[in-house]
């Protein structure tokens, strides 16, 4: 059973084909609710249509999945409203001459307009405004970020954000809607050591306040509920090995699986 706040999620022989052949077959999952689920692989593996299936972006060819007590591919729209995308390139961008205020008031917005129910946008303003403020605050400090700790406070541009700072405001941004099921892309993607065990805790921290998390990474971390992608009958196309590329190679691998999926099955 569920808990109150993070989604169990279970797959078997989950695939979905591209228009270059299966960006990945023969999926299974078992994890309980609040469990931190690392999709492991290769750049090139399917990791992301795999994250972007799970979370219900991407419609599945074949095999069936639950988050919850919804089952995919039928339910794909109420998946999509349980969770919530971070840190995904080509869906969830942040915008880099935007400050980090203007990029949260923007998601609040939005989350006041589009994301609770109808009788919310009657209350008064002032209660209102309260409400979103609060959201705004719990979600920056379950994401580590305190806006006034950086160069130019909460004015300052994503562009001048370090990178373990864009992903955690990407991950505020998406915790403003309170999922019950997070998906965050390339967590481990050029950092180091110190800042890959930073991230690490950041989601384990998530998963602990009742969250699930799936997180695509090269390496997943101890303790984690492990999916691997880019088996024997992934296309060879597909067949990395971790060390084979440089950066350079490895974001057009990751842009190259992310737009023929897309391209293959539309996004919300």
């Not at 799970?54 to 409203?81: D, I, N, Y």
């Not at 923007?106 to 303003?125: C, M, N, S, Y």
């Amino acid at each position: 059973m569920d808990g109150p706040h993070g989604l169990g999620v279970t797959a078997e022989d989950f695939g979905l084909r591209g228009p270059r052949g299966w960006a990945f077959r023969g999926v299974d999952v078992d994890a309980e609710p609040g469990s931190l689920i690392a999709v492991e692989g290769p750049s090139g593996s399917g990791r992301t249509c795999l994250l972007l299936a799970l979370t219900g972006r991407m419609k599945p060819t074949e095999g069936h999945a639950r988050v919850g007590h919804f089952e995919l591919p039928k339910q794909l729209a109420a998946v999509r409203g349980v969770s919530a995308l971070a840190h995904v390139p080509g869906v969830t961008d942040l915008e880099p001459a935007l400050s980090v205020a203007e990029h949260l008031r923007e998601r609040a917005l939005l989350q006041r307009r589009f994301g609770g129910p109808v009788r919310g946008l009657l209350r008064p303003r002032r209660e209102r405004l309260a409400q979103a403020r609060l959201r705004v605050d719990s979600a920056l400090a379950a994401a580590g970020l305190d806006p006034e700790a950086l160069p130019k406070g909460s004015r300052t541009a994503v562009r001048d954000l370090e990178r373990v700072e864009a992903l955690r405001l990407s991950v505020a941004l998406a915790l403003i809607g309170r999922p019950r099921l997070l998906g965050i892309d390339d967590t481990d993607l050029k950092l180091s050591d110190a800042e890959r065990t930073e991230v690490w805790a950041l989601l384990r921290s998530l998963t602990e306040a009742g969250t699930t998390v799936v997180a695509v990474c090269s390496e997943a971390p101890e303790g984690a509920v492990v999916v691997c992608t880019g088996s024997s009958d992934a296309p060879a196309h597909d067949q990395h090995r971790p060390g084979d590329h440089d950066n350079q190679d490895h974001d057009h691998d990751h842009d190259k699986e992310t737009v023929d999926a897309l391209a293959e099955t539309g996004r919300a």
